[in-house]
C-alpha cells in the first residue's frame, strides 16, 4: 500500500505544525519521520492514522482518499511510546482484542482467533508470556506485545510513535534490530517516528528529516547523512564541526585569505562550512588549508580523538576531530588540517 501525502497544512490556533508537507511512501517501505521536539512529526502521524485532520491538502492510500475515511475505516495498525495495552486482560487477550471487536459479518471464529494470536506471538517471539498480565512484563516486552496487538487485524499499514521511547538504551538498541528483521519478514508499508537520528538511520529504509512543521531532506540514511540537503541536516544528523567562511566570486575566503575549497554551487556571502570531524585530512603545519594546534589527545581504538586551536579563524576556535592513528598527535604539535568531504551552505 502506498501512502501519498500532498501539500499537508495543520494550524494550531496561530502556530503552524505542518506546512505544505510533501510525501510518499512506497509499498512495504519502513520510513522513519525524524526530527527535533516540536517538529510536527506525531502530529503528521496522527493525520495520516485519521486521528487528527488537516486545514488542507490530500491524503491517498493507494490512490484512494483516506481522508475521506475515519479512522476505524483506514485499516491501520498504529503502537505509541506509551504501553497502551489493557492491563486487566492477558497477553494472549491484548492481541485477541482487535480480532474479537470487528463486526460480525469479518470476524474470525474462535479457533481462528486462537490460531492468529498464536501465530502473532511467535511472530514476537513472545508465545511464552500469553497468559501473563502487563504488569509482569518488561517494557520491551511490552511494546512488542502492542505491535503484535497492531498487527493483529492485518493493518495495511503500520504507524509507529516512538515505539521505543520509553525504554532504556541497551533495550532500544536490540529492539531496533528486532524491528527492522520484523518488518523484513511481514513487510507492510511503516512509518516510524523518533528524534533519535540513530535509530533512525538504523532501522529505516528511508528517512524524512523534519524541523518546524517542514520537510528539510528526504532520502536513504546514506543520503542523509553524506549528503545533507541543509545546514540544519547536516548539524541534526551525526556530529559536525561549523566553521565561519564567505564566498565571494565563486571563492571560498576566511577573512582575505582565499581558500582552496570548491565553492558551493548556489549561494554566496556569509556561510558556514560544515565537515565530519572524522572528515579531515590531518597533517604536517602548511599542509592543509587550516592551521591549528593540538590541545589534548584521547586515543582508543584505531582512532585519536583531538581537541585543536585552529589559528585565524573567528580569533581562536576549538574544533575536536577524529584522525586514524598512523599520524600520532602529541599536545603542542602544529599541524595542518584539510577538510576532505564538506559542505558549504549560505547563513541566512
Ligand atoms: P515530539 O518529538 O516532542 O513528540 P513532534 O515533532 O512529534 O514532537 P508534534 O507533537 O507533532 O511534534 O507537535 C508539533 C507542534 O504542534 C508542537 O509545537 C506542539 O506544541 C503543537 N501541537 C501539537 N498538538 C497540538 C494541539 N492539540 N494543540 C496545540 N498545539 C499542538
Known amino acids: 500500500m502506498t501512502i501519498e501525502v500532498r501539500n499537508i497544512v495543520k494550524e494550531f490556533g496561530s502556530f503552524r505544525a505542518l506546512d505544505n508537507v510533501d510525501l510518499r511512501v ?32 490530500s491524503i ?8 475521506a475515511r ?40 474462535e479457533a481462528e482467533i486462537r490460531k492468529r494470536v498464536g501465530d502473532l506471538l511467535d511472530l514476537v517471539q513472545l508465545g511464552w508470556l500469553a497468559d501473563r498480565y502487563p504488569n509482569q512484563l518488561s517494557g520491551g516486552q511490552r511494546q512488542r506485545i502492542a505491535l503484535a496487538r497492531a ?8 504507524l509507529l510513535d516512538e515505539p521505543f521511547g520509553a525504554l532504556d538504551a541497551k533495550v532500544r538498541k536490540e529492539l531496533r534490530a528486532w524491528l527492522r528483521n520484523l518488518h523484513e519478514e511481514i513487510h507492510v508499508t511503516s512509518i516510524f517516528v523518533t528524534h533519535d537520528q540513530e535509530e533512525a538511520l538504523e532501522v529505516a529504509n528511508r528517512v524524512v528529516v523534519m524541523d518546524k512543521g517542514k520537510i528539510e531532506q528526504i532520502g536513504s540514511p546514506g543520503d542523509v547523512y553524506e549528503r545533507p540537503a541543509s545546514a ?63 590541545r589534548s589527545v584521547r586515543a582508543f581504538g584505531p582512532m585519536q580523538r583531538a581537541d585543536i586551536l585552529l589559528q585565524g579563524v573567528d580569533g581562536d576556535m576549538l574544533v575536536e576531530i577524529d584522525a586514524p592513528r598512523d599520524h600520532s598527535l602529541k599536545v603542542g604539535d602544529r599541524i595542518g588540517l584539510q577538510p576532505q568531504r564538506y559542505r558549504i551552505f549560505a547563513d541566512h
Request: glycine share 14%; no cysteine.
Open 26 to 57: 512506497e509499498t512495504g517501505e519502513l520510513m522513519a519521520l525524524l526530527g527535533p521536539s516540536g517538529s510536527g512529526k506525531t502530529t503528521l502521524l496522527r493525520i495520516i492514522a485519521g486521528l487528527e485532520w488537516p486545514d488542507a491538502g
Open 60 to 67: 491517498a492510500f493507494d490512490g484512494e482518499d483516506a481522508l
Open 70 to 109: 475515519g479512522a476505524a475505516e483506514r485499516h491501520v495498525g498504529f503502537v505509541f511510546q506509551h504501553y497502551a495495552l489493557f492491563r486487566h486482560m492477558s497477553v494472549f487477550e491484548n492481541v485477541a482484542f482487535g480480532l474479537r471487536v470487528q463486526p460480525r459479518r469479518i470476524r474470525r471464529s
Open 151 to 158: 498487527l493483529a487485524i492485518e493493518p495495511r499499514i503500520l
Open 232 to 294: 540544519f541536516v547536516h548539524s541534526f544528523i551525526g556530529e559536525s564541526i561549523v566553521l565561519p567562511v564567505e564566498v565571494r566570486d565563486g571563492r571560498v575566503q576566511l577573512g582575505d585569505r582565499v581558500l582552496d575549497l570548491a565553492p558551493p554551487e548556489t549561494g554566496g556571502g556569509p556561510s558556514k562550512l560544515f565537515v565530519r570531524r572524522h572528515d579531515i585530512a590531518v597533517g604536517p603545519s602548511g599542509s592543509g588549508v587550516f592551521e591549528g594546534a593540538v
